[in-house]
């Protein structure tokens, strides 16, 4: 299964970012929709498409105005957009106001209520996260392949989510900021830093993690300390737009 890593930074794009966005391009399946979604064109590699957002803000969102022109001529049987109902509300009627944006995309949005089938034998299931405004994290399990996303949340060795994302095979997890970072700053705006995601990983005995979600502000292919984890978590790689990776 190939991961393809459209936008892998948050809050804003930076000169070798754009905002949360990744693609699971043989399924159909996009986790996020930031500004990265301008690279998603290219990878369509079916005609069925679910999206997933993690929440409403909006550099994890913005990219769904982008789909009128990512699947211009593009002969599509279904988009679908899967969130919190109250999530998938505040974009229907702000991001998509007409005064803001009158020419919406066609896709449905479908309120989470319980696990997902997708393409591939593949089922979806989510678990809340704490972050300013709420959020999900989602697991995909595969007959024979696992993948937990987690993003926009505090992450440490106790986080209350450590046994959904137990034993995947790829842990993409945010890491939003170095430990150089005050960790009350941190906590206030509901992210996550270095040491935390690296004990996480492993706490809930992951088999690779991939660190994303990185801090906007630094415009460095490190930003936040790749060996600090390494030390903690070996098998821990840094996110780069456009990187491809198999699981």
Known sequence: MKLVMLGTTGYHPNDLRDTA????????????????MQRLRRHLATDELDIFLSHAHLDHVVGLTFLLGALYDKSMRRVTVHGEAEKLAAVREHLFHPTLFPVAPEFEMRPLTGPVTIAGGGKVTYFPVEHPGGGVGYRIDWPERSLAYVTDTTA?????????????????????FSDDVPSDFVQKTGHSQTTPVATLARAAGVKRLVLTHLDSAINEVDPVGLATAQRIFPNTELADDGKTIEF
């Open 21 to 36: 966005c990744y693609m699971l391009p043989e399924v159909g399946v996009v986790l996020d929709a930031g500004t990265g």
């Open 156 to 176: 440490g060795p106790d986080a209350r989510y450590v046994e959904q994302i137990r034993g995947v095979d790829l842990l993409l997890h945010e890491c939003n």
